[in-house]
């Protein structure tokens, strides 16, 4: 099966920087690598996704960039506010499965 | 209400004992999911179904059993429960499975097993 690496586990940054959270994975027959934000107590939503026939994609704040040939796809939140304080799962599908990343537990500090 | 919904919300019960988690859905998605959450494993695949009558194993099936007669539901059974099992499980679903399409996850159910 698919192995999902996700790094850093937690992440401190001041508001307005930029955050980055990066994951690796090791079958390159992935092919869809979704993101999840988790606040605390509640369920965890998708904020956005990516193919495998893309390299980038922007909405808004929130950016991911795929690099399929070394399997490694990366978060980007830029002006961080204290809403984005949560914890982010990045995924990929193989097969009929998402496989999760551990999960990194972001703090925006005001 | 439309959505995905999972009850309990909370479950306490004793080792040994068998329980079931809930899940319901409105949309008619065809892929229904079942994780749990644990600190330092993030979400991890216990059972997921491709349609009414068909379920597969996910990542740790064992101790677990799912059915799905009916589109909308797909309860998850811990046949014995285990201290191991405590746990947050989520339900999920999809309209494609994984090919590209969100997963709506539900609420939640925290289990507690003692």
């Known amino acids: 099966g698919e192995n999902v690496e996700q790094h850093p586990s937690t992440l401190s940054v001041q508001e307005g920087d930029s955050a980055v959270i990066k994951c690796t994975y090791s079958?390159?027959?992935?092919?869809?690598f979704p993101w999840y934000k988790q606040e605390l107590g509640k369920r965890p939503q998708l904020i956005i996704d990516?193919?495998?026939?893309?390299g980038e994609k922007k909405d808004q704040r929130i950016a991911v960039t795929l690099n399929k040939t070394a399997k490694h796809f990366s978060l980007h939140i830029t002006e961080t506010q204290p809403e984005d304080s949560a914890v982010y799962f990045c995924?990929?599908?193989?097969?009929?499965?998402?496989?999760f990343g551990t999960g990194t537990s972001l703090t925006v500090i005001p | 209400d439309a959505g995905i919904t999972q009850s309990p919300r909370y479950k306490i019960t004793e080792t040994g004992r068998q329980v079931t988690l809930m899940c319901h859905q409105t949309?008619?998605?065809?892929?229904m999911f079942w994780y749990r959450q644990d600190l330092g494993h993030g979400l991890r695949l216990i059972y997921y179904?491709?349609?009414?009558?068909?379920?597969d194993k996910g990542e740790v099936p064992d101790g677990y059993v799912v059915s799905r007669s009916k589109t909308e539901n797909f309860p998850l059974t811990l046949e014995s429960a285990t201290r191991s099992q405590t746990s947050v499980y989520f339900c999920?679903?999809?309209?494609?499975?994984?090919?590209?399409?969100?997963?709506?996850f539900g609420q939640g159910t925290r289990l507690t097993v003692v």
């Open positions: 990516i193919r495998s026939n893309v």
């Open positions: 079958d390159s027959a992935s092919n869809y």
């Open positions: 995924a990929a599908s193989y097969g009929n499965q998402f496989y």
């Open positions: 179904s491709a349609a009414a009558d068909i379920t």
């Open positions: 949309w008619s998605h065809s892929y």
């Open positions: 999920a679903s999809s309209d494609q499975g994984t090919q590209g399409t969100e997963a709506f």
